[in-house]
């Protein structure tokens, strides 16, 4: 299956650009954007809530050799991974615009585009806490508690 935005020559830093424009013309307050190894961070504030974006990047090192198995000329590898760092910054702009979208055009609300990256009091966001939560409840068959502290014989 072929990657949104593969080929793109859109650099990541006008992608990231791109996003803060679009969140800004929809209303978000408070950007944010950081970098550490392997990932990205856009974070904003919106309708009251503070969002997050974690971007996983790929390492210079999963670009040291060619598809094919061959290694890589030191400027090659460079290339190749700049241009998947390229492709996930714009996948994650399609992302963004695309909620943003959904929310000013009344087809769904901000808190259901957005849930999963809903930023909790710990730092973590909503998804981290219900990851977890979901799986255990697919692989045990059976519903977590409503109040864990209220079930019966506790």
């Known amino acids: ?3 949104y935005a593969a080929n793109t020559n859109v650099s990541s830093e006008l992608s990231r650009i791109e996003i803060e424009k679009t969140l800004i013309r929809y209303g978000a307050e408070n950007f944010c ?3 550490a190894q392997g990932k990205a961070v856009i974070a904003f504030t919106m309708y009251g809530r503070q969002i997050k974006f974690i971007l996983p990047l790929p390492t210079k090192d999963e ?3 060619t598809p ?4 890589r000329a030191e400027n090659s590898q460079y290339e190749a991974w700049e241009q998947a760092c390229r492709q996930r910054w714009r996948a994650l702009n399609l992302v963004i615009k695309a909620k943003l979208e959904a929310v000013e055009s009344g087809i769904s609300m901000f808190e259901d585009e ?3 990256n ?8 909503v998804g981290d806490f219900m990851k977890p939560q979901i799986e255990q409840a697919y692989t045990q068959g059976i519903m977590p508690a409503l109040i864990p502290m209220l079930e019966a014989g506790t």
């Open 68 to 71: 094919t198995g061959r290694q």
């Open 33 to 35: 954007y950081a970098m």
């Open 114 to 116: 957005f849930m999963s």
């Open 118 to 125: 809903i930023v909790l009091p710990d730092g973590g966001t």
């Open 1 to 3: 299956m072929a990657k």
């Open 63 to 65: 670009f040291r050799l």
